[in-house]
Each structure stands twice: as C-alpha cells, then as structure tokens.
C-alpha cells in the first residue's frame, strides 16, 4: 500500500499539499485537490489512522456497552448509533455485558487503553442491582466522556439520554382508569432496574391521583425472564376479576395478551392492556396490542449526538440529561375514551 509520502512523491508536490487536499483544504486549488485525490484513488491510498489518532488525539472511534443485543430495544438503540455515528464520520466497537458487572467493567477497561474517545452505554441490571459506580468514575478521571441511556446511574456525572418513565407509565395507568377500570395489575419484570422503579412510582401515582378509584394497584413482581409465561398465567388465575393491565416491560405485554385469551377474556371489553414496547411486537398479536413506544433509534442518535459534542467540545461542558419524546399508541386491546 503506497504512503502519504511516496504519493507526494508521485505528483512531486509536498507530503503536507498531499494531506491538506485529501482534507480539502480551502489553501489548496480545486484543480491540485482533484489530481491528488485520483492519483491516491488510483494508489489505492488509505489513510494511516494510528497516526491520524496520535496526531489529532482521536480515534473518531465510540465505545457501545449494551446489555442485551437479543432485545429489541437495545437492538434498535444499537442501529441508531450506529447511523449516527457513521453519519458523524465515526466508527463504533460494540461490547456485550450480558446483564454483568464484570464483563461491564472489563469491556470499560478493554476500551479505555486509547481505542475509543468515549463510551455510550446503558447499565448493567448486576451493576445497578449492586449500585456500583466506582467504575464508570474512573473512565470519567481519566477525561474519556460517558453517555448512559435508558438505564442510567443518577450520582455519576455523565451525559445522560432517556425517555420520562415516570410520565409514560402514569399516562398508561391513567387512561385505563379513565376507561373506567376498577381492577389494575401492573406487570413488572424490571424491578431492579432504574426504569422500572421509576415506571412503578407513575403507576401508583396515577392511582393515588385517581379520586373515585379505590382499589390499590396489584403489582406482579417477576424476577427472572424465563417466569414470566408461568408467574402471569397464575395471576390471572387468581385475579380472575382485573379488568386492566399495564406491562412495563417489552415482552409481558404480549404474554398477558396470549393468556387472557387463553382464559376467554374479550380484549378489550373484559379487559384492557397496555404495555411498552416498539412496533416489532405488533405483527405477532391479535388484536393489536396498545403501547407506550419508545423511539429507540432516536435515543441512538442523540446519545451520539451528545457524545460528540463533549468529545469535541474545547471547554469543559456541564453534564447534560436530554429526554426524547415516547408516543401513546392506542390500538387493539383498549377501548376508546371519549
């Protein structure tokens, strides 16, 4: 492969002409830059980028931590990023935690070493379980930016990007009151995640705020992913007069759906469902399940955006909480409110 030296040599101009008209410099002529640029096409000329990095001191690389790549919703994050950054001029490594502090902290460690400018991620239900932060501290020492999403630790400094779980979570609940139901159960497998305490507190405010209903919210608490078909089978079984439910998760939404039809219920005049989740979920229910819908790839984009702009900023920026908009998705398996 031919370097920027020899391709100077080449044209018999200077190694610092050769290099300002692959960046299009405003010092060289249209005429120069497009000489240099065929001959370097014609050389199959590509850029050193060690070097770029170790003079610019910048890999134009992001680090991306994500939990769960089989979830729909990291998957799409995941693509938004990717577009972003690719748009932004900038490459992406993309580390697996699986849900664990360890392969967290060792993917943090592994990137640190001058392969990436910064790091984009959502926690780790290990680490948020444990409230381990001394991690994310220590990248952020060491002046490498940190983006969170979605799952995010409030007492780290960081950029921060998510969706008002709170307020998603109380419109959901209080549309079902509104439809006027009298017998809510909230499916909750999120429980040690930052989202899902905050989706619970919006479900139980709308109750509280809810003058005329007197019954308490039922909370089904499930633990582990594989329990969810059997934990929501036998609630419903035991709570055979619900007439609404709330899933705060992407999937026990859908089970709720299966097995209430199992049961004979009528969706959505016996009962009514709301859970959260994109439109992947749509093509596989009958009737179309109502949805709070997250905009994953758009939470992608502005956590590159973000990244960005404190990987480049030249003056030290305060931390920053951006809240990108979620949708109310009304379909199938709720009845209108007039």
Same mark, same amino acid.
């Given at each position: 492969?031919?370097?920027?030296?020899?391709?100077?040599?080449?044209?018999?101009?200077?190694?610092?002409?050769?290099?300002?008209?692959?960046?299009?410099?405003?010092?060289?002529?249209?005429?120069?830059?497009?000489?240099?640029?065929?001959?370097?096409?014609?050389?199959?000329?590509?850029?050193?980028?060690?070097?770029?990095?170790?003079?610019?001191?910048?890999?134009?690389?992001?680090?991306?931590?994500?939990?769960?790549?089989?979830?729909?919703?990291?998957?799409?994050?995941?693509?938004?990023?990717?577009?972003?950054?690719?748009?932004?001029?900038?490459?992406?490594?993309?580390?697996?935690?699986?849900?664990?502090?360890?392969?967290?902290?060792?993917?943090?460690?592994?990137?640190?070493?001058?392969?990436?400018?910064?790091?984009?991620?959502?926690?780790?239900?290990?680490?948020?379980?444990?409230?381990?932060?001394?991690?994310?501290?220590?990248?952020?020492?060491?002046?490498?930016?940190?983006?969170?999403?979605?799952?995010?630790?409030?007492?780290?400094?960081?950029?921060?990007?998510?969706?008002?779980?709170?307020?998603?979570?109380? /419109? @959901?609940?209080?549309? $079902? !009151?509104?439809?006027?139901?009298? %017998?809510?159960? *909230?499916? =909750?497998?999120?429980?040690?995640?930052?989202?899902?305490?905050?989706?619970?507190?919006?479900?139980?405010?709308?109750?509280?705020?809810?003058?005329?209903?007197?019954?308490?919210?039922?909370?089904?608490?499930?633990?582990?992913?594989?329990?969810?078909?059997?934990?929501?089978?036998?609630?419903?079984?035991?709570?055979?007069?619900?007439?609404?439910?709330?899933?705060?998760?992407?999937?026990?939404?859908?089970?709720?759906?299966?097995?209430?039809?199992?049961?004979?219920?009528?969706?959505?005049?016996?009962?009514?469902?709301?859970?959260?989740?994109?439109?992947?979920?749509?093509?596989?229910?009958?009737?179309?399940?109502?949805?709070?819908?997250?905009?994953?790839?758009?939470?992608?984009? /502005? @956590?590159?955006?973000? $990244? !960005?702009?404190?990987?480049?900023? %030249?003056?030290? *920026?305060? =931390?920053?909480?951006?809240?990108?908009?979620?949708?109310?998705?009304?379909?199938?398996?709720?009845?209108?409110?007039?």
């Amino acid at each position: 492969m031919i370097t920027l030296k020899e391709l100077a040599e080449q044209l018999n101009v200077s190694i610092s002409t050769v290099s300002k008209a692959l960046n299009d410099s405003s010092e060289i002529s249209e005429k120069t830059i497009q000489r240099v640029k065929e001959i370097a096409k014609i050389y199959n000329y590509k850029p050193n980028k060690v070097a770029l990095s170790l003079k610019n001191n910048q890999t134009k690389t992001i680090g991306v931590i994500i939990p769960n790549i089989l979830n729909h919703f990291f998957a799409k994050v995941l693509y938004g990023i990717e577009k972003e950054s690719a748009k932004k001029g900038y490459s992406i490594i993309t580390c697996l935690s699986n849900e664990s502090y360890n392969r967290e902290l060792h993917s943090l460690q592994l990137l640190a070493n001058g392969s990436v400018d910064g790091f984009i991620m959502s926690i780790a239900e290990e680490t948020q379980k444990e409230k381990k932060t001394a991690h994310f501290e220590n990248i952020l020492t060491q002046k490498i930016p940190i983006v969170m999403f979605d799952r995010v630790a409030d007492a780290v400094e960081c950029g921060k990007v998510v969706i008002d779980d709170f307020e998603a979570a109380y /419109k @959901a609940t209080k549309y $079902l !009151i509104n439809e006027g139901r009298k %017998k809510i159960m *909230l499916v =909750n497998c999120l429980d040690e995640l930052s989202v899902g305490k905050l989706r619970v507190k919006g479900a139980l405010q709308a109750i509280s705020d809810a003058k005329a209903f007197s019954r308490e919210l039922i909370e089904l608490k499930i633990k582990a992913i594989n329990d969810i078909e059997k934990e929501v089978e036998t609630a419903i079984r035991k709570f055979k007069d619900i007439d609404a439910i709330v899933s705060i998760d992407n999937i026990s939404g859908v089970v709720a759906l299966n097995i209430a039809k199992k049961h004979q219920f009528s969706i959505p005049k016996d009962l009514s469902i709301i859970g959260f989740s994109d439109d992947n979920v749509l093509p596989f229910t009958s009737p179309k399940l109502s949805t709070i819908t997250q905009h994953s790839d758009d939470i992608g984009a /502005k @956590a590159v955006q973000l $990244l !960005i702009k404190r990987i480049e900023a %030249k003056t030290h *920026l305060n =931390n920053e909480t951006l809240t990108v908009n979620y949708s109310v998705n009304l379909r199938g398996t709720t009845l209108p409110v007039k």
